[in-house]
């Protein structure tokens, strides 16, 4: 009886290593980012990514490619998500199939988190060089604290090539120029291979023993004392004094063979230039806004007050980076991703031109699948149904003014 116990146990232990062990290599590849997932109200009422553009849409590998635009830090950021007081530009790919080879807003280099203000808005440029083939979806992306990674739209990328000719060469600080793609990897899976067999050591030395259920047994009966022998103890000081002599004999080797480290780089940057906006002369005011469920289609009605001294026209409504045109005022020719441009999306009750001093209060329609395809329409269910997004006038000589909305949504499910 004692006999089979332990054989159980045995057996269990190993099923238990085997599913871990499976478990941490077992990776399949994901073919989305979730990015629809993601609460609509976060993707509404933080950062609204416009101006963006992917400047290639087929890559090599070791080839480089940059994503460029504006964002507009919403100034009616949610309570319920930390302000953006500690935030980093990124980029949302699966995985290291590009390497970030450089990023900046308003010009400046941001290798490290930043401070943006609610209300401003900010020019950016990410240098990505191409690594994996495949088709990937490219998103900009905020990092905020306390936020989470707040996602913009995404492009597919294809990177053509081979994995295997990807080099990352860089100039250390005291010359020498290393390929950070290799470097030291040997060491690397030398050490991983090390720790391993010696965990693989410990654990076989004990796994011989009587396992849970007989040692179980033993403490209750009182013997817990006769479980570890003495070998047990001679071999148990032996690891440990082992593990630390190889800890530290290796450090020193380390610390002569390298005696030049410095630690990695953190901190924040304050005071980014944000892009100087000229005050908007269209002044917008949204008297109610529904979300018609069965059309999929949101309806605003809006009076629109243009202050200005020439006359304007609504081209486009942009919201979590899906961007409802009028076509006849507006066309994006930047090849923005298909599924988040609604080219004739924007239907105005009255889009003829408002002219300065004049105010016009027009009934605005937003239309298109891609309303419930991004699960926006999602937002009708949070406790607090607000929408947001970027309106953008032009006038005839095609100068654009972008002005904020901000207000509730009230859905309509006949
Ligand atoms: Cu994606």
Same mark, same amino acid.
């Given at each position: 009886?004692?006999?089979?116990?332990?054989?159980?146990? &045995?057996?269990?232990?190993?099923?238990?290593?085997?599913?871990?062990?499976?478990? +941490?290599?077992?990776?399949?590849?994901?073919?989305?980012?979730?990015?629809?997932?993601?609460?609509?109200?976060?993707? +509404?009422?933080?950062? =609204?990514?416009?101006?963006?553009?992917?400047?290639? %849409?087929?890559?090599?590998?070791?080839?480089?490619?940059?994503?460029?635009?504006?964002?507009?830090v919403f100034s009616g950021w949610p309570e319920t998500v930390d302000k953006p007081d500690i935030s980093f530009l990124n980029i949302g790919i699966p995985g290291p199939v590009f390497i970030r080879a450089g990023s900046w807003i308003g010009g400046q280099l941001v290798p490290r988190s930043v401070q943006l203000e609610l209300g401003e808005t900010y020019e950016f440029k990410v240098l990505l060089k191409a690594r994996r083939p495949g088709?990937? =979806?490219? =998103?900009?992306?905020?990092?905020?604290?306390?936020?989470?990674?707040?996602?913009?739209?995404? &492009?597919?990328?294809?990177?053509?090539?081979? +994995?295997?000719?990807f080099t990352n060469p860089i100039t250390t600080l005291t010359g020498q120029t290393i390929d950070l793609e290799t470097y030291n990897l040997g060491n690397t899976y030398f050490w991983h291979a090390a720790w391993y067999g010696i965990g693989l050591l410990w654990l076989a030395y004990w796994v011989r023993k009587p396992l849970f259920v007989p040692r179980f047994l033993a403490i209750e009966a009182g013997k817990a004392d006769s479980l570890i022998t003495g070998t047990d103890k001679k071999v148990a000081m032996g690891f440990g004094v082992g593990v630390i002599a190889i800890v530290a004999m290796s450090m020193a080797s380390t610390n002569e063979s390298y005696?030049?480290?410095?630690?990695?780089?953190?901190?924040?940057?304050?005071?980014?230039?944000?892009? %100087?906006?000229?005050?908007p002369t269209v002044a917008v005011k949204i008297e109610d806004a529904t979300y018609r469920v069965p059309g999929r289609a949101m309806q605003m009605t809006m009076t629109i007050t243009n202050n200005g001294d020439s006359?304007?026209?609504?081209?486009?409504?942009?919201?979590?980076?899906?961007?409802? +045109?009028?076509?006849?005022?507006?066309?994006?020719?930047?090849?923005?991703?298909?599924d988040l441009l609604a080219e004739e999306g924007l239907t105005v009750s009255d889009n003829s031109p408002i002219a300065p001093g004049q105010s016009r209060t027009i009934q605005v329609t937003a239309s298109d699948a891609a309303w419930e395809v991004y699960r926006l329409a999602d937002l009708i269910y949070d406790p607090d149904s607000r929408f947001a997004g970027l309106l953008f006038f032009y006038d005839q000589s095609g100068n654009r003014q972008m002005v904020t909305i901000d207000a509730p949504l009230i859905p309509s499910f006949i």
């Open positions: 009886m004692k006999i089979l116990k332990d054989k159980v146990a &045995k057996l269990s232990f190993v099923a238990l290593l085997i599913t871990i062990t499976a478990a +941490m290599f077992y990776a399949p590849t994901a073919s989305a980012h979730g990015e629809k997932s993601q609460a609509a109200f976060m993707r +509404m009422r933080t950062i =609204h990514w416009f101006d963006l553009n992917w400047s290639k %849409e087929e890559v090599v590998v070791n080839d480089t490619m940059t994503i460029s635009g504006k964002f507009f088709d990937w =979806h490219v =998103h900009t992306m905020m990092n905020v604290k306390g936020g989470g990674p707040i996602i913009g739209p995404g &492009k597919w990328v294809t990177v053509t090539g081979s +994995m295997s000719s005696p030049i480290t410095t630690p990695l780089q953190a901190g924040l940057l304050r005071g980014i230039k944000s892009i %100087e906006m000229p005050v006359a304007i026209r609504l081209g486009e409504f942009n919201t979590a980076g899906v961007r409802f +045109m009028d076509a006849a005022v507006a066309q994006d020719e930047t090849g923005y991703p298909d």
